[in-house]
């Protein structure tokens, strides 16, 4: 399976702020705040992105990821993120190496059920370590996304 790091995603309790912050301290570029909305997750969230590097706040208002950032706190990371060429081969392997892909609620997702709300393709490997997860998302669909939500900052601050 090829892969290749993408970013981490941390829980934050006021969104606003953190982005403030980060764009601050490393003059760093902030998308516009985006958000996922599925099945009771309720989550606002932002790209910080310098130089080659990112990472993503995170700002849960329902469902598990409120649930873990009121035990786990702010601060938290609890997602490494890579890309793949090609998700549905990925899932495929996984699926062979007797991995069952999840859902961000921790169900079990069908390869035909890999789209996010945005429309990019998405699956999690199941937790093994505590609320740490790893999740995969196709390359091409989340440079498309990246491209769309920095641009739709940029626009916002002209």
């Known amino acids: 399976m090829q892969l290749v790091f993408s970013h ?4 934050v309790h006021d969104l606003q702020a953190a982005c403030a ?10 998308s516009r ?11 606002r969230y932002a790209v910080v992105r310098f130089g080659t590097e990112r990472f993503m706040l995170v700002q849960p208002l329902a469902g598990n ?3 873990l950032l009121d035990t786990q706190g702010e601060g938290t990371i609890y997602r490494h993120c890579y890309t793949t060429p090609d998700i549905a081969a990925a899932y495929d392997e996984l699926v062979a190496k ?13 390869r035909d059920a ?4 945005s429309g990019a393709r998405i ?3 199941p937790r093994r370590f ?10 091409d669909e989340l440079d498309a996304f990246l491209r769309e939500a920095f641009d739709t900052a940029e626009q916002k601050s002209q």
């Open 8 to 11: 981490v995603d941390i829980l």
């Open 21 to 30: 912050y980060y764009e601050s301290l490393f003059d760093a570029d902030i």
């Open 33 to 43: 705040t985006l958000t996922w909305t599925r099945d009771g997750l309720d989550v």
């Open 65 to 67: 990821l409120k649930d």
């Open 98 to 110: 007797g991995v069952q892909p999840e859902d961000e609620h921790g169900r079990p997702l069908s």
């Open 114 to 117: 890999l789209q996010t709300p």
């Open 123 to 125: 699956l999690w490997l």
């Open 130 to 139: 505590g609320h740490f997860s790893i999740e995969l998302l196709q390359q």
